[in-house]
């Protein structure tokens, strides 16, 4: 069985390139649950300088986690839900894929075995 996704393989890896990193899941999680935040508000969050959190922007933006859109002399950031709801359903996919594995194999196991006198 060979499991078939809506994402291509170049998308997959900038997505969980994306969200391998504990400081640009905060961010997604941040422009995800509320209003949308410059990149100089979300820099001011973390103990790294303004150049590394846009680098981190650029990830997510790259994964289409987020998207920048210029306001006035700042950048804001916006939680993209539609990709993150992509991510979600490939999870979903691959957790079924797997469940039907262990339970065709778990049947395997639950047969009785021949004795061997």
């Keep these: 069985m060979v499991a078939r996704y809506a994402l291509s393989d170049a998308e997959l890896d900038r997505l969980f390139r994306a969200l391998a990193d504990a400081t640009r899941r905060d961010i997604v999680a941040r422009v995800l649950g509320g209003e949308p935040a410059s990149v100089?508000?979300?820099?001011s969050r973390y103990e790294m300088s303004f150049a590394a959190v846009q680098k981190?922007?650029?990830v997510l933006e790259e994964a289409g986690l987020v998207t920048k859109q210029p306001q006035g002399r700042e950048k804001m950031v916006r939680g993209n839900p539609r990709q993150l709801a992509?991510?979600?359903?490939?999870?979903?996919?691959l957790e079924s894929l797997w469940t039907s594995r262990f339970s065709q194999l778990d049947a395997i196991l639950a047969e009785p075995r021949p004795n061997k006198e």
């Design 56 to 58: 981190h922007v650029a």
């Design 40 to 43: 100089s508000a979300l820099a």
């Design 86 to 93: 992509r991510a979600r359903a490939l999870l979903v996919q």
